[in-house]
T-cell receptor, first 113, second 113 residues
Framework: SAVISQKPSRDICQRGTSLTIQCQVDSQVTMMFWYRQQPGQSLTLIATANQGSEATYESGFVIDKFPISRPNLTFSTLTVSNMSPEDSSIYLC??????????FGPGTRLTVT | GENVEQHPSTLSVQEGDSAVIKCTYSDSASNYFPWYKQELGKRPQLIIDIRSNVGEKKDQRIAVTLNKTAKHFSLHITETQPEDSAVYFCAAHSGAGSYQLTFGKGTKLSVIP
């Protein structure tokens, strides 16, 4: 399976600021996804990061709040904009391999104060 | 869209006993059903999956069964060990033409030594 890294691993941010999370894969992948996992909760898909086109967002998530870039087949970023304490969560990228398998990055633990 | 229900939310077993976690899904077009194990502070890890063309799959102490007619699938762990303690998530592929996964709410498994 692919080696997936995320930066930063954790951060503490002040409300009103923005944080960009990076996801790097060691091989080219077609599908990349961004998830949010609130404390003690399940995984919620934020968006599918599409290479060369705009991301596809799930209901309840909008581009202005969570802009996503996917400049190539090994890299994507998620920005959490104008943060509030409700954005405190773990953000995970995942990569899709053949036939729907997904593998997750280590996650970014975000705390907003 | 797809909806995945997972039961129980918590499960405690004695070491050496078996554990069973059950999930139901709503979209009859779904054809891929993975299970993830998430240890505290770690990323979700794919431990086993099943596709709709088979009814059962085993990998050492873990097995997954699928009943397409009833739209449910289950994870079976035999001879449980303390290191099996974790949160387990089931998921279902979200239907034709999509690579998305919809996750259940998770089951916290505690194996008591």
């Amino acid at each position: 399976s692919a080696v997936i890294s995320q930066k930063p691993s954790r951060d503490i941010c002040q409300r009103g600021t923005s944080l960009t999370i990076q996801c790097q894969v060691d091989s080219q992948v077609t599908m990349m996804f961004w998830y949010r996992q609130q404390p003690g909760q399940s995984l919620t898909l934020i968006a599918t990061a599409n290479q060369g086109s705009e991301a596809t967002y799930e209901s309840g998530f909008v581009i202005d709040k969570f802009p996503i870039s996917r400049p190539n087949l090994t890299f994507s970023t998620l920005t959490v904009s104008n943060m509030s304490p409700e954005d405190s969560s773990i953000y995970l990228c995942s990569v899709g391999r053949a036939a729907y398998e997904q593998y997750f990055g280590p996650g970014t633990r975000l705390t907003v104060t | 869209g797809e909806n995945v229900e997972q039961h129980p939310s918590t499960l405690s077993v004695q070491e050496g006993d078996s554990a069973v976690i059950k999930c139901t899904y709503s979209d009859s077009a779904s054809n891929y059903f993975p299970w993830y194990k998430q240890e505290l502070g770690k990323r979700p890890q794919l431990i086993i999956d099943i596709r709709s063309n088979v009814g059962e799959k085993k990998d050492q102490r873990i097995a997954v069964t699928l009943n397409k007619t009833a739209k449910h699938f289950s994870l079976h762990i035999t001879e449980t060990q303390p290191e099996d303690s974790a949160v387990y998530f089931c998921a279902a592929h979200s239907g034709a033409g999509s690579y998305q996964l919809t996750f259940g709410k998770g089951t916290k498994l505690s194996v008591i030594p």
